[in-house]
């Protein structure tokens, strides 16, 4: 069972692959405008993402950085196109970490390289943050809402309101995901959902009025 989800994570990290390259061809093919031929990017377009494709896999650079390099060679919209194939790609990691359930050590590997290689140095200090304890789920009571407390890595150890999926009061988050759209998310939302998928965090029952007081600082 541990081999065959192996198995789709590799084939997961593929398709990725597969889907940046062809993004970025489908732009280059759609700038052509609307004369009713079906459009084909010419030669030396062809070769300038072949070209930087071998690139990057030689670099092997994160997948921000992929995008941005890629996109390059043909036009920006190819980004928007690839971080759009990455976000379902690490969505379908995610899955596969919590359906995994128990594994061994070469099975968690093969997830971390997989995240690795979607988020680059954000999954390295996401690990560092789970490692150290700094992961926290406040749930309200009775409603059972709740929300992520995620320990900052700054000597003042700031504590930083976190929904996994959609939000985090960090600069990061602000900065290089709302603003410039960089990144997919930063190292505490990661360290949130990596904590969630592999139950690895403090539980904390709170009232719903001391919830809602927190959500009050948003």
């Given at each position: ?52 494709t071998m ?111 959609h939000l ?51």
């Open positions: 069972m541990q081999e065959m989800a192996s198995q789709r994570l590799l084939l997961l990290l593929a398709l990725l692959v597969l889907a940046l390259i062809a993004a970025t061809a489908a732009v280059a093919g759609d700038g052509g405008g609307g004369s009713g031929v079906e459009a084909k990017p010419p030669d030396d377009v062809a070769a300038a993402v072949a070209a930087a690139d990057v896999q030689a670099r092997r650079l994160p997948l921000r950085q992929n995008v941005k390099h890629l996109a390059r060679a043909t036009d920006a919209a190819a980004a928007a196109v690839a971080m759009s194939v990455a976000v379902a790609v690490a969505d379908a990691v995610w899955e596969e970490i919590r359906s995994a359930g128990e594994a061994s050590e070469e099975h968690l590997s093969i997830f971390k390289s997989s995240l690795e290689a979607l988020f680059g140095k954000n999954m390295v200090r996401a690990c560092k943050i789970l490692d150290e304890g700094g992961v926290r789920r406040v749930t309200g009571a009775p409603s059972g809402r709740s929300l992520f407390l995620v320990m900052g890595e700054s000597k003042r150890k700031e504590e930083y309101i976190c929904f996994p999926e985090c009061t960090c600069y990061s988050f602000f900065y290089d995901i709302v603003g410039r759209g960089e990144q997919l998310c930063c190292k505490h939302q990661l360290a949130a959902r990596l904590a969630e998928a592999v139950s690895k965090h403090q539980e904390v029952e709170v009232t719903d009025e001391a919830l809602a007081h927190m959500l009050a600082k948003l």
